[in-house]
């Protein structure tokens, strides 16, 4: 794992890259973090530093720094008084010192003991520091395993890596539940389906099949309580964007019911969803409510604009622009205004999901050597997670 090198990142709108970036604001972005409190060392004053107290904050010391008056060289009744705190001084320092040493020593001991004594070159034995991130948390992404598709699960700083599907099934797709406590995905047999939506505990464990229709039913989004799910479904013939409850025997609703291929659905916090549609040739973002009604167009691209993702707070979305370059992340108000690229620099980028407001998971890299990236607008860089990963999705913990 490593900082992978391209141009600056060009965040939606102006955000701290970092005080050298050409996109520095020292307003910050975005306006609206909901998971700023989990991250200190933002917005959150530090112990211990602060301007050093005066001269009258300290205790009216005089001029050598201890009470008392000394003036040549003949002792005044308060310098008894001022041997004393001289003395007292010496010894808490000496004290301190002991404390400090024995402290240092214990750490190499700790350290020596948890290397197992060394390398077997009379050297401790170091980890290796992993990457700073500005939220902790998981990461889901799909990966080949021996010619079959799994999900894994993995910290947001790609270690910890672990299977969760030990089916003979290919399953991908997969997102974490609002709540944390469940993953959906899709899962299909043979080399491309059709797929069916399933859902299991956030451990890998309780999988269940949730739809079972003859269409090919893929790309499951969570509403934002957790008890509902999107998805994508063509056993109409063309794809349509469908709901179920995930609990209890509601049925399935076909919620867009077009003539179009409606694929790719994104649940905002106010139950707007968002999906690409291809009604008007070329694929395009489109938006509508929930419970149904009319749909709105908010991208008008010369080439395809799909897969959506809501930021957290619904301020912005992030989706993939296809062009004649490869793909590449581009961002968006619900308005249809503020279209901006993320970076300025890319080529064969897709799939972005928010792990939080200011840090986005994505996939990179050629179709048959994908690679999972971690863009931190926070920090300014771009971190390489997992390789032969992709279609990630992100959770904070």
Known sequence: MGSQPRGPIAPPGAHPASPSSPYYSPQGYPPYDPYAAQQPGYGQAQPGYGPPPSATQAGGLG????????????AQPEQSYGNRQRQRLLIGAGVVTVMVVLCVLGVIVVALLAGGGGNGEGEAVVPPT???????????????????????LADVNGRNQRRLTTSSANEAGAVFSPNGRLIAFHSYSGASGPADIWVMNADGTSPR???????DERNPVWSPDSTQLAYQNNEGGDYDIWIIPVEGEGQAR?????SANDEAPAWSLYNTLAFQSDQLGTSQIFLISSTGGNRRQITNTLTDAEAPAWTPDAARLVFTLQSPQGSRLAVVNPDGGGFQDIFANSANDRNGRWLNGSTLVFTGGPANAPTVYLADFRLGQITQLVNGGFQPDGRPR
């Open 63 to 74: 001029a050598t720094g201890y009470p008392g008056n000394y003036q040549g060289g003949i």
């Open 130 to 152: 992993p990457p700073r991130i500005a939220d902790p948390g998981s990461i889901l992404y799909s990966a080949s395993n021996n010619n079959q598709l799994d999900i894994f």
């Open 209 to 215: 099949r949730l739809t079972s229709s003859p269409g």
């Open 254 to 258: 076909n919620l867009t019911n077009s």
